[in-house]
């Protein structure tokens, strides 16, 4: 149990669906992260929060819609999604996004795009 | 650009040592992570170098050469437990973690 939680731990979804994935941390921390985790690849940085302002988007396609509505909650929307971004969706969390601080991950949600 | 590597797959027996490489190349260097995980699980954190050296932590030891942009991971007395992926990770000058592809290990009895 790392502090971080992250639901649905799975979600099987058509191309045409809208669905969100959720992100709370309960470490008291400033940042938060989502990644991209596909097989035998390395994680891909997604989208950064830090104190609740968007600072990074990795030029993700539109498709993917981030909301941070406070500082312990990370949305990811969904909508229109292509089979290719089936994968591993994590959740990260970290003191600040300024310092070499550590991050701390969720379970994270397995995601199936058919 | 910037590159971790790390090798795809390892095997060693319960009881042994194993040692997994890191090399990486990056625009700047603010420290050095390794995470374990577990198949469906989260990552999670095992140690930090920022300074050359060995850092040791119960079974599980952290190296870093700055000069030679070579880290390794040492895990020692292995367990079954410890069948999981191991990934490598630098912070760059922008406090940016870059990633490698992790490794897997296998324990054996």
């Known amino acids: 149990e790392t502090g971080v939680t992250q639901t649905p731990r799975h979600l099987v979804m058509g191309m045409t669906n809208k669905k969100s994935l959720k992100c709370e941390q309960h470490?008291?921390?400033?940042?938060m992260y989502w990644y991209k985790q596909s097989a035998k690849k390395p994680l891909e940085l997604m989208f950064v929060y830090n104190f609740k302002e968007q600072t990074e988007n990795n030029s993700v396609p539109s498709r993917f819609s981030p909301e941070c509505p406070n500082s312990s909650h990370l949305f990811l929307h969904l909508h229109t999604l292509q089979p290719e971004d089936s994968a591993l969706y994590l959740c990260a969390s970290s003191q600040d996004r300024a310092g070499a601080d550590t991050q701390y991950f969720g379970p994270g949600t397995r995601l199936t795009v058919l | 650009g910037q590159n971790i590597d790390q090798p795809t797959e390892m095997t060693a027996t319960e009881g042994a040592i194993v040692q997994i490489n890191c090399t990486y190349q990056t625009s700047g260097f603010n420290g050095l992570f390794w995470y374990q995980q577990h198949a469906g699980e989260a990552p999670t954190f095992l140690s930090y170098?920022?300074l050359d050296g060995l850092e040791e932590k119960g079974r599980f030891s952290s190296f870093l050469s700055r000069s030679k942009g070579y880290s390794y991971l040492l895990l020692k007395e292995l367990q079954m437990k410890d069948s999981a992926s191991y990934l490598c990770?630098?912070?760059?000058?922008?406090?940016?973690?870059?990633w490698g592809a992790g490794t897997k290990l296998i324990i054996k009895p």
């Open positions: 470490l008291g921390h400033n940042a």
């Open positions: 170098n920022v």
């Open positions: 990770a630098v912070m760059d000058s922008n406090y940016q973690l870059i």
